[in-house]
């Protein structure tokens, strides 16, 4: 799938999103708002312990991933199709090289990397399963048949098959207010949404977001089709027991039945 261009509207659900706008929206706000999700220097860690590299992060985003990676001696290239938060990662972890494409269409060489991540809900990111399983068989074509896929997602609770709509209260300062206002869409399996930003003094802010979401069952389903299989699953990057109760995984894919 090619970059789309400024009057395409190929996503569903919400109109007139595309691949770049999850990106180009939180760009500015990103490092301060999830800060606490997937843990730079245990994810780092955790990857590093599995594979000597090259690694593709899919979603790279500022770098804050990419960046400790790096420095723990895993060579790193990150893929990111906005380019507002590619220019943050730029200018934050320079070393990183960077690349603006599609995640499920990766202009890379066959067997280039030793790994790829896709951390934070970041599969969840393109709109339908069959891209998801477009972006674990571009993954697969392009680690070694010794290498990895590292994925991190939630697992859907309760109300999860329920059409609903929530307004949640995100942050309450002196002089802002932000609202996270979604909807979801259990057919599709899709929920879509907004961070609502109301800053004392200046223009009310939209910063759309959008997730196709699907159970730990249903992600390696698809990457089973893709030529994956689970080696490793966790509850969280310190490598937490997995069980039912588990709100969110980090699972390691392995080439299935690779030459040899």
Request: charged content about 25%.
């Amino acid at each position: 799938m090619a970059l789309p261009g400024p009057d395409d509207d190929i996503v569903p659900g919400m109109r007139g999103y595309r691949p770049s706008t999850y990106g180009d929206g939180f760009a500015d706000v990103y490092d301060d708002w999830y800060a606490d999700v997937s843990p730079p220097e245990a994810t780092a860690r955790f990857v590093a312990e599995r594979t000597d590299g090259p690694v593709l992060e899919l979603g790279s985003g500022t770098g804050r991933l990419a960046g400790p990676l790096q420095a723990a001696g895993v060579a790193v290239v990150g893929l990111d199709a906005s380019t507002a938060m590619l220019g943050r990662s730029v200018a934050q972890h320079p070393d990183v090289a960077v690349v603006a494409a599609d995640m499920a269409e990766l202009p890379v060489r066959d067997a280039a990397f030793g790994g790829v991540l896709v951390a934070f809900n970041t599969l969840f990111n393109l709109p339908t399963p069959a891209l998801q399983r477009r972006c674990l068989t571009q993954a697969r074509r392009a680690v070694r048949d010794d290498g990895i896929v590292v994925i991190e997602a939630f697992v859907p609770g309760a109300g999860a098959d329920e059409a609903t709509d929530h307004v949640d209260v995100v942050r309450l300062d002196a002089d802002l207010v932000v609202l996270r206002v979604s909807r979801t869409d259990p057919e599709r399996g899709m929920v879509s949404g907004h961070h609502v930003e109301l800053r004392d003094g200046h223009p009310v802010r939209l910063r759309p977001w959008q997730v196709c979401f699907g159970t730990p069952e249903a992600l390696d389903e698809l990457a089973a089709t893709a030529g994956l299989e689970v080696a490793e699953r966790y509850a969280g990057w310190d490598g937490a027991p997995f069980d039912p109760t588990s709100e969110a995984h980090v699972t390691v894919y392995r080439v299935a039945n690779p030459p040899g």
